[in-house]
């Protein structure tokens, strides 16, 4: 099954997001544990998006697609931010995540998923998240 | 996505906050704020008890490891205490808050608690 949400770039619209996300997975049969992480995720990469991503104050959408089959679920998250590809981060060490540096938020989708891969295509950045599952 | 916050004090010198709810980018500003006032004055120790806390990201967890920088700043420190399945798995994930034990149950904790207050009361380091 498949799903694509629409976003505004704004924190607030977190809620709905995980409102959204749940319904999807609860739907395809996953549990509150597989939801939680997967929201996790979502909601650092999608703060990563509205804190780094915009020069202007206007609204962007941030489209998220979803994608639940074959005992894969990916999300691909595509914005039309300037150019910044997260995963060439440095891992965090102590002091950056005391000082509130980037690493932090990077590390846990890392460690919440199978795979993340990015790629900037015809000015959008996209993320990719997989996580395998059983079925 | 709502947090409840409610702070009590048992000891002079600390401050308990117990959360209940997730603890994300958009609540996380409210915890900031009672940590400020909580850490006012002759406090010098927060708990941060955890059992009502479903989830946590990292506004929250930085939240938490400015909260200890402070109280170390202050001769004391920050401590978690009864952490849930989800908020446990994020902690270990990031080896939060290094060096920092995590208690597992109120009673250990204030057993701990009431150790280092003799010890400073007995002139110990």
């Known amino acids: 099954m498949k799903r694509t949400i629409s976003v505004p770039n704004r924190t607030e619209e977190l809620a709905r997001l995980h409102t959204e996300l749940?319904?999807?997975?609860?739907?395809?049969?996953?549990?509150?544990?597989f939801a939680e992480d997967a929201f996790l995720v979502t909601e650092e990469i999608f703060v990563n998006i509205v804190s780094h991503g915009y020069e202007d104050d206007d609204e962007h959408l941030v489209e998220i697609g979803l994608s639940?089959?074959?005992?894969?679920?990916?999300?691909?998250?595509?914005?039309?931010?300037?150019?910044?590809?997260?995963?060439?981060?440095?891992?965090?060490?102590?002091?950056?995540?005391?000082?509130?540096?980037?690493?932090?938020?990077?590390?846990?989708?890392?460690?919440?998923?199978?795979?993340v891969s990015y790629e900037r295509r015809e000015g959008r950045n996209i993320l990719t998240v997989e996580r395998r599952f059983e079925e | 996505m709502t947090l409840k916050i409610d702070t009590s004090s048992s000891k002079p010198n600390v401050t308990r906050i117990s959360l209940t709810g997730r603890l994300d980018t958009n609540t996380t500003p409210d915890l900031e704020s009672t940590i400020d006032a909580a850490i006012a004055g002759e406090k010098t120790s927060l708990v941060f008890d955890l059992a009502a806390l479903a989830y946590i990201s990292s506004a929250g967890l930085r939240a938490l490891f400015r909260a200890k920088k402070t109280c170390e700043g202050k001769g004391g420190d920050a401590f978690v205490v009864n952490l849930q399945p989800q908020v446990q798995k994020v902690f270990d994930i990031v080896k939060a808050m290094p060096g920092t034990s995590i208690f597992t149950s109120w009673e250990e904790l204030d057993a701990y608690l009431d150790s280092m207050q003799k010890k400073v009361l007995e002139g110990d380091d």
């Open chain 1, 22 to 33: 749940v319904e999807f997975l609860e739907w395809g049969g996953m549990g509150t544990e």
């Open chain 1, 68 to 115: 639940l089959e074959d005992g894969l679920f990916t999300m691909e998250f595509r914005d039309d931010a300037r150019a910044f590809d997260p995963l060439a981060a440095s891992p965090p060490d102590p002091d950056a995540v005391s000082s509130g540096a980037g690493g932090l938020g990077i590390h846990l989708i890392r460690s919440l998923s199978d795979r």
